[in-house]
């Protein structure tokens, strides 16, 4: 015979159970089909011959059902039944299965799924974020690398300082024309000096060919003074005097067509007008007593 009383009265009342974790200020259960983790007479899966839980596996909802008769069966103890992934079919589900049981059950049931469909929401949205990932480093490996790097800079500082007061002294002729130096790092040297005076070229050039465009690319409107006001009238002046001048030249040559009308015009092409020119001519007399005696 199966009694509820008596399975508390031998697990409960400060009794021992494998499943129980008591600390100073409550008692909690640690029984996987437990309905809220507390260790009490209302609250333990043992204890109660009718009970029911909800339990979440791979991401599913499961209402899980114990009933007195099942007892004899333990491998039919419990009964499931999948809920469905919409939160409101799941609490209507929920109702429907635990019609008849006690209203303590049905509440934490339905408190129970609300919170596992909380902590799943929140899953998902962390794995959909990026996330950094913590990898743990000794503090004897941080120092030991530290340290590496602390030499290699003064050992890098020292090297380029000793190769800018060797490249110096070169140019400076201080050791006369006898050399003992490693060619690669005045070779480099060199290349350094080629690249920065073709980058300052470079530069040049760009800074021609932008004012070259901004040149191209400028226009402005400026107002006129009074000294060009006044030249604009003093060109409009000549050209009224030059007008009236042609109307002169004009009426002239009208009145000499006019006069010219009555006479004959003369035949054949029309003869230049040429220059007078006066030509004299000298002739040189003989005396006549040479004349006869000839």
């Known amino acids: 015979m199966h009694s509820d009383d008596v399975v508390w009265d031998t697990l409960g009342n400060k ?15 640690r ?20 009970y ?19 007892a004899p069966f333990p491998s039919r103890l419990w009964e499931r039944v999948l809920l469905s992934k919409n939160y409101e079919k799941a609490l209507e589900e929920i109702d429907e299965n635990l019609i008849y049981w006690p209203r303590f059950i049905r509440h934490k049931c339905k408190q129970r799924f609300t919170k596992i469909t909380q902590y799943l929401i929140r899953i ?9 990932k913590i990898v743990p480093l000794s503090r004897k490996i941080e120092r030991r690398e530290k340290r590496r790097e602390e030499k290699a800079l003064i050992a890098a500082q ?15 002729d201080t050791y006369g024309d006898i050399y003992n130096f490693p060619i690669h790092a005045f070779d480099k040297a060199l290349q350094q000096q080629d690249e920065g005076s073709e980058s ?9 060919e932008d004012e070259d465009k901004e040149e191209t690319d400028e226009r402005e409107f400026v107002e006129a003074d009074d000294s060009d006001i ?12 030059s007008e009236e001048e042609q109307e002169d030249e004009e009426e002239t040559e009208k009145k000499a067509h006019s006069k010219s009308k009555g006479k004959t015009p003369l035949k054949g092409p029309t003869r230049r007008k040429r220059p007078h020119l006066e030509i004299e001519y000298e002739k040189e007399t003989e005396p006549a007593a040479k004349s006869k005696a000839s």
């Open 15 to 29: 009794q021992f159970c494998s499943y129980k974790i008591r600390t100073k200020t409550q008692g909690f259960c």
């Open 31 to 50: 029984n996987e089909y437990n309905l809220t983790g507390l260790c009490n007479r209302s609250s333990c899966p043992l204890a109660n011959s009718q």
């Open 52 to 70: 029911a839980t909800i339990r979440e596996e791979k991401g599913r909802c499961y209402l899980y059902m114990k009933t007195i008769e099942r």
């Open 124 to 132: 998902r949205k962390l794995t959909l974020k990026r996330q950094r």
């Open 158 to 172: 020292l090297d380029n300082a000793i190769e800018k007061e060797l490249l110096e002294r070169l140019k400076q």
């Open 200 to 208: 300052e070229s470079d530069v040049e050039k760009e800074e021609e």
């Open 230 to 241: 006044s030249d604009f009238e003093d060109m409009d002046k000549l050209e009224t005097s």
